[in-house]
């Protein structure tokens, strides 16, 4: 089941850890858990970035899959730098947990490391919120158990009525290695929904805001980018009651009034990559 995996490490006297670094430490302490292989296009995993407080280095690695790791290890090595291990602590967090919160509106976000999307070629170094909540979609789609994915009209009644409410931050270059640079967006981030979405969709945008804190948002989260914190969930709902200018058909089967699929598999839409 998912869980957050938190160690403190002893770091190194010269230690710099690049997002190549991260990345391999990370394959090293959670592949042996999983059949995928290193080469698996998507990592049931996702890497923060390492950080330091009073001479002890706080790292906190996300597992998305069935059975998570137990991990004891004595030494995290970043490159030629291994790292002591002080403390291990694993924190289960199942699907069906994370669905059966109260659902919320609007929900705060701190983006801690660069987050940036890969679309097309090309990279877009902002927190789009249709881009945060398509990619969150599909990452728990990829991993959680079928009777728990999000149906296609909850995705697309999400997409259609999120808007970014407010945001405080910049764009920064992070080294990815000795000689080249990623950029990407940290600070502070309020998603919100509509006033116009329909009874499922807060539900279903709570559980995404709180696997997206899991999980990470966006490009390369196998490589410490796109780490978030979810501050606050603002269950309250708007002042009006939510309305529809015009009805609006659907083709597909009604999902449940939690959002979540009651039977059938789950559905998975184009991933940022790893």
Not at 53 to 58: F, I, S
Request: hydrophobic share 40%.
């Amino acid at each position: 089941m998912p869980a957050v995996v938190m160690l403190d490490l002893v770091p190194q006297p010269g230690l710099r850890v690049y997002p190549a670094r991260l990345h391999g430490a990370a394959c090293a302490l959670v592949e042996p858990a999983w059949s995928g292989g290193h080469h698996a296009q998507r990592k049931p995993f996702r890497a923060g970035p390492l950080i330091g407080e009073a001479g002890v280095a706080r790292w906190r690695l996300g597992w998305l899959a069935d059975r998570a790791p137990r991990l004891s290890p004595a030494i995290v090595q970043f490159g030629p730098h291994p790292c002591p291990v002080l403390r291990c602590d694993i924190q289960d967090l199942p699907f069906a947990e994370l669905a059966a919160g109260p659902p919320a509106w609007s929900a705060e976000l701190d983006v801690i490391s660069p987050l940036y999307f890969s679309r097309n070629g090309r990279d877009h170094p902002l927190p789009d919120p249709v881009l945060i909540l398509r990619s969150t979609c599909d990452r728990w789609n990829t991993f959680a158990p079928a009777l728990l994915a999000v149906p296609d009209e909850v995705t697309r009644e999400l997409l259609a009525t999120v808007r970014l409410a407010s945001m405080d931050g910049r764009t920064v270059s992070t080294p990815v290695t000795a000689t080249m640079h990623q950029t990407g967006f940290v600070g502070s981030v309020r998603l919100a929904l509509g006033r116009d979405a329909g009874k499922p969709a807060p539900s279903v945008f709570a559980a995404l805001m709180r696997f997206a804190d899991l999980a990470g948002i966006g490009a390369q989260t196998t490589h410490g980018f796109g780490a978030v914190q979810l501050n606050q969930l603002n269950t309250a709902a708007p002042a009006r009651a939510p309305y529809r200018s015009t009805p609006r058909a659907s083709k597909t089967p009604r999902s449940s009034q939690t959002g979540f699929r009651s039977s059938g598999g789950a559905t998975t839409t184009k991933e940022d990559r790893e």
